[in-house]
T-cell receptor, first 112, second 112 residues
Framework: DAGITQSPRHKVTETGTPVTLRCHQT?????MYWYRQDPGHGLRLIHY???????DKGEVSDGYSVSRSKTEDFLLTLESATSSQTSVYFC???????????FGPGTRLLVL | GDSVTQMEGPVTLSEEAFLTINCTYT??????LFWYVQYPGEGLQLLLK?????DKGSNKGFEATYRKETTSFHLEKGSVQVSDSAVYFC???????????FGAGTILRVKS
């Protein structure tokens, strides 16, 4: 299994509070991704990174920001959480943009 | 834009039954195609993939053939087991980008 961890694994928060999710990899892969999983939608890309300090938006980026200051860490921040951001969040990594993506175990976020 | 359509579930089968999960896609260019599996409480794992027309991906008794003429990548297994119960996602990766586009997922339940 690819060395990908996500923290926290579960979080409950209140509307309007900031939340940061962390993805950590030990594989030295250049590309990292954040997805959200919702019933009926599969997984949808939020943001991705193609190197340290290099990030770009995905399909559902509104309300989210990301940062990557080190190869191994990719942070996803909800500046002011809303109930519509209740979801399961998955991090993924890949060696290049054409290689297979490997997924972390997920973070279950509930915004009350 | 690119999209993936999967048959709706849940699919409920008896052990040793034949499995087919349909997947069709719309994409510009010639995408790579994937099947990912998600077991309860876990992240996604790559099950198999195909990168060009007529390629057959296979793993753990599962197979799927990349059919360009019908834009399909149906997943099949000759004899399912209870341990195959999971959610199966079809996905594509455009040759011109590094983003995975997922179908909505199909829940498979196998009864003993």
């Amino acid at each position: 299994d690819a060395g990908i961890t996500q923290s926290p694994r579960h979080k409950v928060t209140e509307t309007g509070t900031p939340v940061t999710l962390r993805c950590h990899q030990t594989e030295n892969h250049r590309y990292m991704y954040w997805y959200r999983q919702d019933p009926g939608h599969g997984l949808r890309l939020i943001h991705y990174s193609y190197g340290v300090k290099d990030t770009d938006k995905g399909e559902v980026s509104d309300g989210y920001s990301v940062s990557r200051s080190k190869t191994e860490d990719f942070l996803l921040t909800l500046e002011s959480a809303t109930s519509s951001q209740t979801s399961v969040y998955f991090c993924a990594i890949s060696l290049t943009d054409q290689e297979t993506q490997y997924f972390g175990p997920g973070t279950r976020l509930l915004v009350l | 834009g690119d999209s993936v359509t999967q048959m709706e579930g849940p699919v409920t089968l008896s052990e040793e039954a034949f499995l087919t999960i349909n997947c069709t896609y719309t994409a510009t260019g010639y995408p790579s195609l994937f099947w990912y599996v998600q077991y309860p409480g876990e992240g996604l794992q790559l099950l198999l993939k195909a990168t060009k027309a007529d390629d057959k991906g296979s793993n753990k008794g599962f197979e799927a053939t990349y059919r360009k003429e019908t834009t399909s990548f149906h997943l099949e297994k000759g004899s399912v087991q209870v341990s195959d119960s999971a959610v199966y996602f079809c996905a594509l990766s455009s040759k011109y980008g590094n983003k995975l586009v997922f179908g909505a997922g199909t829940i498979l339940r196998v009864k003993s």
